[in-house]
């Protein structure tokens, strides 16, 4: 897997006539390593070091034409017990040509991209087309093998395409219907979907968003949501919003066995309603809070609250952020109730770039002798 990609990445040198060799490039390293420990199957314990590194680079202005070329990636290595079967991992995320009409009506990638167009969100190995007229109607296509990594031994789709039909009004309104398909035997057939889009601001502090996804091959609505936001000052922002989803027909299939029968019930209805504010006290010092109620068809896992409250101020030119912030979840099980912290900061001296982000929950009951779990990341 990544086969292809890695092989476009490695030739584009010799692919781009020599003027395309003049081009802005910048590349970005990220190396982290983890510690922590786990209790195995039969009562033991395990030590983890994984140390991983994120690679990515972009190379634009092609021989000064608006084209591009990107590529992301990382690797890990365990330096003490292994995480899997090898002790080392890694994955080509992405290796894509990219061109942008100068006007900004058009848009074309080619190679191993990310993909997010009305019902689509995708990761595939293929081609991106979109274009749009000067009175705003507009259309994209896609189409590829799509990527999809796998624990288990659920079959991966043989291919996928689909587009979009649009009409955007820079600033004001952007409505579509797009559509979806993946050749592949899941829940006995392919997945087909169909999709509509909105987006709002009819010049007023009011913004508002939906989208609602229909599973053709299930004959069900898979998802459907809706945020209004409001903002009546530079410093206030208050949003509100409703979803609501069922796993079978949000889902094609299960890449994770976390996600399996009888782990969780793929017939549970899931709705979502929940309240955000953040409020600009001074420059940089932002204080946020949100309310968020979620509520399964299924006794089990039942019903939850969750309420949260932080404070986050920006630093260095805005290049760093510090915060902290603490979150109160109550439900209908005891087991599914407990307390957030926490805390995080960055710091960015020239090149360098550090961070550390501490996260501890605190469990309202026992869960197979622990009451607590913390983690820390730097």
């Not at 939906?210 to 599973?215: I, T, V």
């Not at 004959?219 to 796993?247: F, K, M, N």
């Not at 949000?250 to 309603?273: G, H």
């Not at 006290?281 to 299924?298: C, F, M, N, P, W």
């Amino acid at each position: 897997m990544g086969l292809c990609c890695a092989t476009l990445l490695l030739l584009l040198p010799a692919l781009l006539p020599a003027p395309c060799l003049a081009a802005d490039i910048t590349l970005s390293s990220r190396t982290y390593l983890l510690y922590y420990e786990r209790e195995v199957t039969g009562g033991s314990d395990k030590e983890f070091a994984p140390l991983y590194e994120y690679l990515s680079g972009d190379v634009s202005n092609l021989g000064g034409n608006p084209l591009s070329f990107h590529f992301y990636g990382w690797g890990r290595v365990d330096l003490a017990d292994d995480t899997d079967d090898d002790g080392t991992g890694g994955d080509l995320a992405s290796a894509y040509l990219q061109y942008l009409h100068p006007t900004g009506n058009g848009e074309m990638r080619l190679g191993r991209f990310f993909l997010t167009e009305g019902v689509a969100a995708e990761i595939l190995d293929g081609i991106f087309l979109k274009g749009r007229t000067p009175v705003g109607f507009g259309l994209s296509v896609f189409g590829g093998v799509p990527v999809e990594d796998s624990i288990t031994s659920t079959d991966e789709g043989d291919s996928i395409y689909g587009g979009r039909l649009f009409f955007a009004r820079a600033g004001y309104a952007e409505i579509g219907v797009s559509y979806l398909m993946e050749d592949g035997d899941f829940q006995g057939d392919d997945r087909e979907m169909v999709g509509g889009d909105i987006w709002l601001k009819p010049g007023i502090p009011v913004e508002l968003l939906g989208r609602a996804d229909y599973n053709v091959s299930t004959s069900s609505l898979a998802r459907q949501r809706y945020v209004l936001r409001l903002i009546p000052s530079s410093r206030l922002g208050l949003a509100a919003g409703y979803e609501e989803y069922t796993y079978k027909d949000l889902f094609q299939n299960a890449l994770n066995s976390a996600f399996l029968s009888p782990a969780i019930d793929i017939t549970d209805e899931v709705q979502v309603l929940f309240v955000d504010l953040d409020f600009l006290i001074t420059e940089g010092l932002t204080v946020e809070a949100g309310v968020k109620s979620i509520q399964h068809d299924r006794s089990d896992p039942g019903d939850a609250t969750r309420a949260e409250l932080g404070l986050r101020y920006a630093y260095n030119d805005r290049k760093d952020v510090a915060g902290l912030s603490a979150a109160f979840v109550s439900a209908d099980r005891d087991e599914n109730e407990y307390q957030e912290f926490r805390v995080f900061a960055t710091y960015s001296p020239g090149l360098w770039r550090f961070s550390l982000d501490a996260l501890t929950h605190q469990y309202e009951k026992v869960i197979s002798g622990i009451d607590d779990a913390y983690q820390v990341v730097g």
